[in-house]
């Protein structure tokens, strides 16, 4: 609630203005030049549309340059507005993991005006229960081999998330919307009817709820967008650069960090399922990847293998693979849990890269 909208007298007013004052900056003052997060896509793929935004390396090797990102995005967009009747201030959510489609959802949801509520498939069916239903999203994105799970918890009489008005599948399924199928009837042209703002809803993320149920965090466009242009500004991101996601990016820590930054500053993201330590090294040689964002477990993992590595006569990297080709990684991004000092001097000895460690809450973005 705004200091302008509450009947204070002039006194008081000026007061809670200036209460709000931090470092000079008022309170409606914005850090970035952009009215929401599609400008920011917007921009890119008109000054640099060939230049890839994501590249999405599972079971084959997918990329989408800017231009044709927006595209897909704006598809996509149409489709939940026009099938599923997506409007500004809604919420969706996803039970999906890292893929290019997840991310397309994303984004489609931001040019929309509509904020995403991801669930994180490792939870229980009861915690996710209760964020569905908490979360009051009215659309749930399903992978196939999710959608099993899903039902059981949408439509069970123990259980049973009335607020999900439509379960779409992102693949094939009888009885659903097929996602690949459908969004092909759209075109890749849309503009919103009510256009979001930087203060709509973009994303909602539980807490941990270790000293009760799970509270729900409303993340803003102007929040993403403001600590996107904090990150890359301390870890000296620019449009030239490419990041991999290995994260889940159910959390703030893989959304902001390794999407909305490089989007927000025109880079690239190599988008993986998830960690894994035997193919860590080559992808970063083979996709030219500068910063990647872990947890400490991730790098324990590193120094473990690199243990291994040497014991069967490879480098530390594995085999075939020198310190001359990652001349390109520039360091890590390590948060999300305690780094000791022992690990992250062992690490940096072994490997020469250094790790930049920080911390955020979900309340504050990341």
């Not at 409303?218 to 870890?235: G, K, P, R």
């Not at 190599?270 to 910063?291: A, K, P, T």
Request: include cysteine.
């Amino acid at each position: 609630m705004t200091v302008d909208r509450v009947n204070f007298d002039e006194d008081t007013r000026q007061k809670l203005w200036d209460a709000h004052v931090v470092n000079g900056i008022v309170p409606d003052q914005r850090l970035v030049p952009f009215k929401n997060i599609e400008a920011v896509l917007a921009l890119h793929a008109q000054c640099s549309p060939a230049k890839p935004f994501l590249i999405h390396v599972e079971n084959q090797r997918e990329e989408f340059s800017y231009s044709v990102f927006y595209r897909r995005v704006r598809q996509v967009a149409a489709f939940m507005s026009g099938e599923l009747g997506v409007r500004r201030g809604d919420r969706v959510a996803t039970i999906a993991h890292n893929h290019h489609d997840t991310v397309l959802i994303y984004v489609a949801c931001w040019l929309i005006g509509a904020a995403v509520a991801p669930q994180n498939v490792t939870e229980d069916d009861r915690r996710i229960t209760f964020t569905l239903r908490n979360s009051e999203a009215k659309v749930c994105f399903v992978f196939p081999e999710y959608l099993q799970r899903a039902e059981t918890i949408i439509h069970s009489p123990e259980l049973g998330v009335p607020n999900i008005e439509h379960i779409v599948v992102l693949g094939e399924a009888a009885g659903y919307l097929n996602f690949h199928t459908e969004i092909t009837q759209y075109p890749t042209e849309f503009i919103p009817a009510d256009p979001p703002t930087l203060e709509d809803e973009a994303l909602l993320v539980y807490t941990s709820g270790t000293t009760g149920a799970p509270k729900g965090v409303v993340l803003s466009q102007y929040n993403l967008l403001v600590d996107a242009f904090a990150i890359s500004q301390w870890q000296a991101i620019t449009g030239n650069q490419r990041m991999m996601c290995v994260l889940p990016i159910h959390h703030v820590n893989g959304i902001v960090v390794t999407l909305v930054t490089p989007l927000y500053v025109g880079a690239s993201v190599v988008l993986e399922r998830g960690f894994s330590v035997s193919h860590f090294w080559q992808r970063v040689v083979d996709e030219g990847v500068n910063i990647v964002s872990v947890v400490p477990t991730l790098l324990q993992f590193l120094n473990e293998y690199a243990e291994k590595q040497r014991r069967e006569g490879n480098t530390i990297f594995g085999s075939g693979i020198e310190s001359d080709h990652l001349r390109h990684f520039r360091h890590f991004i390590c948060g999300a849990g305690t780094l000791p000092v022992a690990l992250a001097k062992t690490f940096e000895d072994t490997f020469g890269i250094p790790i930049l460690h920080g911390y955020g809450l979900s309340e504050t973005t990341c």
